[in-house]
T-cell receptor, first 110, second 116 residues
Framework: QKEVEQNSGPLSVPEGAIASLNCTYSDRGSQSFFWYRQYSGKSPELIMSIYSNGDKEDGRFTAQLNKASQYVSLLIRDSQPSDSATYLC??????????WGLGTSLAVNP | DTEVTQTPKHLVMGMTNKKSLKCEQHMGHRAMYWYKQKAKKPPELMFVYSYEKLSINESVPSRFSPECPNSSLLNLHLHALQPEDSALYLC???????????????FGPGTRLLVL
């Protein structure tokens, strides 16, 4: 059974702090990793995709991938109240289907 | 532009009704997906179309019937649904199925379905 695990939270951080979201996956052969943000009642919005070990930065967001440890994380710098949402980690399996974590709820407090 | 559109935004239907959900993308993507999402759960894959052919059916009940009329359009026909089918129905598309760097899925806004 291929699994993706995330802490459900809620993760609470003050405005301006760094939020760190973590995800582990079971399928060692996975090649593609995604972070989606989902506001309540809305659809998932792609934040980052990452395919290679190391860091990938896009604005305030940094994704980190460590395939040896089967670990992918998302850092949000200078967190804003508008970042308050559920963050979903998704990993593509070898049939290119997305295996989803249950999501981490993030609350950024003004 | 990474826009996927879905209509209607909201739908209320009785258990004997027949209705359809529509999804459209003009990004030239060759894979399109239907997902179902319940509250506080991740999206659950229902169907995948690859090059306009059904490639994955996740053992979805026959009261859900997908259709891909062309490379830009995806429909989901609904008939004799049950109250437990009430959910957010999401359409997504990706550029090229099977190629790791081109399989990023972009989601539409969803259709909120309530079955009475």
């Amino acid at each position: 059974q291929k699994e993706v695990e995330q802490n459900s939270g809620p993760l609470s951080v003050p405005e301006g702090a760094i939020a760190s979201l973590n995800c582990t996956y079971s399928d060692r052969g996975s090649q593609s990793f995604f972070w989606y943000r989902q506001y309540s009642g809305k659809s998932p919005e792609l934040i980052m995709s990452i395919y290679s070990n190391g860091d990938k930065e896009d604005g305030r967001f940094t994704a980190q991938l460590n395939k040896a440890s089967q670990y992918v994380s998302l850092l949000i710098r200078d967190s804003q109240p508008s970042d308050s949402a559920t963050y979903l980690c998704a990993v593509a399996d070898d049939n290119r289907k997305l295996i989803w974590g249950l999501g981490t709820s993030l609350a950024v407090n003004p | 532009d990474t826009e996927v559109t879905q209509t209607p935004k909201h739908l209320v239907m009785g258990m004997t009704n027949k209705k359809s959900l529509k999804c459209e993308q003009h990004m030239g993507h060759r894979a399109m997906y239907w997902y179902k999402q319940k509250a506080k759960k991740p999206p659950e894959l229902m169907f995948v179309y690859s090059y306009e052919k059904l490639s994955i059916n996740e053992s979805v009940p026959s009261r859900f019937s997908p259709e891909c009329p062309n490379s830009s359009l995806l429909n989901l026909h609904l008939h004799a649904l049950q109250p437990e089918d009430s959910a957010l129905y999401l359409c997504a598309s990706s550029q090229e199925p099977g190629l790791a760097a081109q399989e990023t899925q972009y989601f539409g806004p969803g259709t909120r379905l309530l079955v009475l």
